[in-house]
T-cell receptor
Framework: RKEVEQDPGPFNVPEGATVAFNCTYS??????FFWYRQDCRKEPKLLMS???SGNEDGRFTAQLNRASQYISLLIRDSKLSDSATYLC???????????????FGQGTTLQVKP | DAGVTQSPTHLIKTRGQQVTLRCSPK?????VSWYQQALGQGPQFIFQ???????QRGNFPDRFSGHQFPNYSSELNVNALLLGDSALYLC?????????????FGPGTRLTVL
């Protein structure tokens, strides 16, 4: 089983749609969670950190369910510029410490159409 | 405020050769991590350097080695290149002890092995 699993998609949605991405992780000791965005042939860019209480940044909402080891990203009112690959990321753990290693999912591709 | 920089941007090598990639972290950061991203996959952790020492290593062979300099910049060396080493090599910087594991990525070096 992969340490971080995502549906690779692609998700093809019209402008203005709401789209949700899901991700599961295998290490229940993981403490830090992130969503990164990666445009074609570019570097990953931090979209948002994910907290247990959930967090929102404009049209983007991230949720964490520790019991189910599940992370989600919701994008409302999709824009053409949201077209990208969204990477689910968790930190590596060794015992009770963070290792500094980020573990990435395969990424979910979003294509927003006019 | 300079972000993470990497050089070169592109590189073409042949099997068996050796390559050195370079990274300068974001201003104020002291930790550098290296990742390999194959086409269609999420980045895979190679290793992390802090205080000029390798702090953590992923599942990569000894052909992959690194170094961190007193100014926090870093090099990734790959010996005896294989075709399968063709990938985007990403450097990420962070501040150890910040407590968030947040890493910021450079634009990457695209390595092609022929």
């Amino acid at each position: 089983r992969k340490e971080v699993e995502q549906d690779p998609g692609p998700f093809n949605v019209p402008e203005g749609a709401t789209v949700a991405f899901n991700c599961t992780y295998s290490n229940s000791a993981s403490q830090s969670f992130f969503w990164y965005r990666q445009d074609c042939r570019k570097e990953p860019k931090l979209l948002m950190s994910v907290y247990s209480s959930g967090n929102e940044d404009g049209r983007f909402t991230a949720q964490l369910n520790r019991a189910s080891q599940y992370i989600s990203l919701l994008i409302r009112d999709s824009k053409l510029s949201d077209s990208a690959t969204y990477l689910c990321v968790v930190n590596g753990r060794r015992g009770s410490s963070n290792t500094g290693k980020l573990i990435f999912g395969q990424g979910t591709t979003l294509q927003v159409k006019p | 405020d300079a972000g993470v920089t990497q050089s070169p941007t592109h590189l073409i090598k042949t099997r068996g050769q050796q390559v050195t990639l370079r990274c300068s972290p974001k201003s104020g950061h002291d930790t550098v991590s290296w990742y390999q991203q194959a086409l269609g996959q999420g980045p895979q952790f190679i290793f992390q350097y802090y205080e000029e020492e390798e702090r953590q290593r992923g599942n990569f062979p000894d052909r992959f080695s690194g170094h961190q300099f007193p100014n926090y910049s870093s090099e990734l060396n790959v010996n005896a290149l294989l075709l399968g080493d063709s990938a985007l090599y990403l450097c990420a910087s962070s501040l150890l002890g910040e407590g968030t594991d947040t890493q910021y990525f450079g634009p990457g070096t695209r390595l092609t092995v022929l």
